[in-house]
């Protein structure tokens, strides 16, 4: 079966702009789940969508929005970038949900802000 | 911070050798992840043990995990060129509205051929 597909792979934006990224899931999983990645942090909660819910949510500020269509489809949107928004930003699919059963990352989006 | 700790945080072996990586963590679990990624991709799941499991195996890993000491090890025999890559545990965090799993810092293996 297909893997998760993240779009776009690379990005560079300008600060103060807004990005959405992209996130198709494994087909019949209906759980998707957002990390931020960064050298300094590492891998960090984003958030998490279940039939197009959002079940949980990781201590980021109000500009990290996300949603999710009926088909299990997620993006994610950044307003007002700042620099240190630059980093990999990965989706992560399951069945029910990350914490109890295995999760597919996608290959991650590679945002930079200049 | 909320992460657990990983150590070491680098590793160089040869290729043959076994390769052993620590992970730490803070709370009380239900279960524990261990996952893979080659540079700047994205994570491959390798294993996950839950709380009243103590060893778990797959092909060349064996996971232990030990809840007292809050702590387990990922242990890969025979180690290949291409097992070079970033290893992470992940433990599941219950908070209220924030339910998610948390990743270690990581380890860095290099197999050196």
């Known amino acids: 079966k297909a893997g998760v597909t993240q779009t776009p792979r690379y990005l560079i934006k300008t600060r103060g702009q807004q990005v959405t990224l992209s996130c198709s899931p494994i087909?019949?999983?209906?759980?998707v789940s957002w990390y931020q990645q960064t050298p300094g942090q590492g891998l960090q909660f984003l958030f998490e969508?279940?039939?197009?819910?959002?079940?949980n949510k990781g201590n980021f500020p109000g500009r990290f929005s996300g949603r999710q269509f009926s088909n299990s489809r997620s993006e994610m949107n950044v307003s007002t970038l700042e620099l240190g928004d630059s980093a990999l930003y990965l989706c992560?699919?399951?069945?029910?949900?990350?914490?109890?059963?295995?999760?597919?990352f996608g290959q991650g989006t590679r945002l930079t802000v200049v | 911070s909320q992460q657990g700790e990983e150590d070491p945080q680098a590793l160089s072996i040869q290729e043959g050798e076994n390769a052993t990586m620590n992970c730490s963590y803070k709370?009380?679990?239900?279960?524990l992840q261990w996952y893979r990624q080659n540079s700047g991709r994205g994570l491959v799941h390798l294993i996950l043990?839950?709380?009243?499991?103590r060893e778990k195996h797959s092909g060349r890993l064996r996971v232990t995990l030990d809840t007292s000491k809050k702590s387990s090890s990922l242990l890969i025999t025979a180690s290949r060129a291409a097992d070079t890559a970033s290893y992470f545990c992940?433990?599941?965090?219950?908070?209220?509205?924030?339910?998610?799993?948390?990743f270690g810092t990581g380890t860095l293996l290099a197999v050196q051929p």
């Open positions: 992940a433990t599941d965090h219950f908070g209220g509205a924030t339910n998610k799993l948390i």
């Open positions: 087909s019949g999983h209906r759980s």
């Open positions: 969508y279940f039939s197009e819910t959002q079940r």
């Open positions: 043990i839950r709380s009243n499991e």
């Open positions: 709370t009380s679990i239900n279960n």
């Open positions: 992560a699919s399951s069945l029910t949900g990350v914490l109890n059963t295995e999760a597919f």
